[in-house]
């Protein structure tokens, strides 16, 4: 059980009598069944939301600033076995016959807006971020994304696809990949010989073509 209080502007959450446990929910778990959590509807889309601003004002100082700080698990035991561990975790459960929405349906949406007279060099809507201080280490591969599968043993009647660049509601990209010119992500080479294996890639789901991976000599 927890408690709650307010200290100046911000509204305090600690468990009772000193306790390290602690839970925080929002409408009951149910992962099939309708009515268990708080009920989104017409006049009701979303259940909680944070606004922030800078106040129209410079913020100072070093680091980022943040709407919501952070979602963090600190690991500081050996694990093993077969677990996965997750600072956060957004999930878009679809338990019905979702095929006439003609909208987009993801687990998260990362969103970046230019208002009119934004402007900024170097954004993205979502970032992967790597830190691998001295004294750490990988012993496998490390990646700023990693895609993933539960399962995929139902039918595809389409591509099941790692990337999906889909028609912008307005406009067209101009790339489909910028590569930073000291980014490592890639070398030129003289000559390339016969490619070995191929990337598949699918144009507007129609033909799947290959983008050739090749040794070099």
Same mark, same amino acid.
């Given at each position: 059980?927890?408690?709650?209080?307010?200290? =100046?502007?911000?509204?305090?959450?600690?468990?009772?009598?000193?306790?390290?446990?602690?839970?925080?929910?929002?409408?009951?778990?149910?992962? $099939?069944?309708?009515?268990?959590?708080?009920?989104?509807?017409?006049?009701?889309?979303?259940?909680?939301?944070?606004?922030?601003?800078?106040?129209?004002?410079?913020?100072?100082?070093? =680091?980022?600033?943040?709407?919501?700080?952070?979602?963090?698990?600190?690991?500081?035991?050996?694990?093993? %076995?077969?677990?996965?561990?997750?600072?956060?975790?957004?999930?878009?459960?679809?338990?019905?016959?979702?095929?006439?929405?003609?909208?987009?349906?993801? @687990?998260?949406? =990362?969103?970046?807006?230019?208002?009119?007279?934004?402007? @900024?060099?170097?954004?993205?809507?979502?970032?992967?971020?790597?830190?691998?201080?001295?004294?750490?280490? @990988?012993? %496998?591969?490390?990646?700023?994304?990693?895609?993933?599968?539960?399962?995929?043993?139902? $039918?595809?009647?389409?591509?099941?696809?790692?990337?999906?660049?889909?028609?912008?509601?307005?406009? $067209?990209?101009?790339?489909?990949?910028?590569? =930073?010119?000291?980014?490592?992500?890639?070398?030129?080479?003289?000559?390339?010989?016969?490619?070995?294996?191929?990337?598949?890639?699918?144009?507007?789901?129609?033909?799947?073509?290959?983008?050739?991976?090749?040794?070099?000599?």
């Amino acid at each position: 059980m927890l408690e709650w209080y307010r200290k =100046g502007a911000d509204i305090i959450f600690e468990d009772v009598a000193g306790k390290n446990y602690g839970q925080l929910l929002k409408g009951n778990f149910n992962a $099939t069944t309708a009515g268990y959590g708080l009920q989104v509807n017409s006049n009701r889309t979303w259940i909680e939301r944070g606004n922030a601003d800078d106040g129209g004002k410079v913020v100072s100082g070093t =680091g980022a600033a943040y709407l919501f700080a952070s979602r963090r698990l600190l690991l500081t035991a050996v694990q093993t %076995g077969n677990n996965s561990f997750f600072g956060g975790c957004d999930r878009l459960s679809i338990a019905s016959n979702c095929s006439g929405v003609t909208g987009i349906k993801a @687990a998260h949406w =990362g969103f970046l807006e230019f208002k009119s007279g934004g402007h @900024a060099n170097v954004a993205g809507a979502v970032r992967g971020d790597i830190k691998l201080v001295s004294g750490s280490y @990988a012993g %496998g591969i490390v990646s700023c994304f990693l895609a993933a599968c539960e399962d995929l043993s139902g $039918t595809h009647s389409a591509h099941v696809t790692v990337i999906h660049v889909p028609t912008p509601q307005a406009g $067209t990209f101009d790339t489909f990949l910028e590569l =930073g010119a000291i980014s490592g992500a890639y070398a030129a080479k003289s000559s390339i010989s016969t490619a070995h294996y191929g990337l598949p890639v699918s144009v507007n789901g129609g033909t799947i073509y290959y983008i050739p991976v090749c040794e070099m000599s």
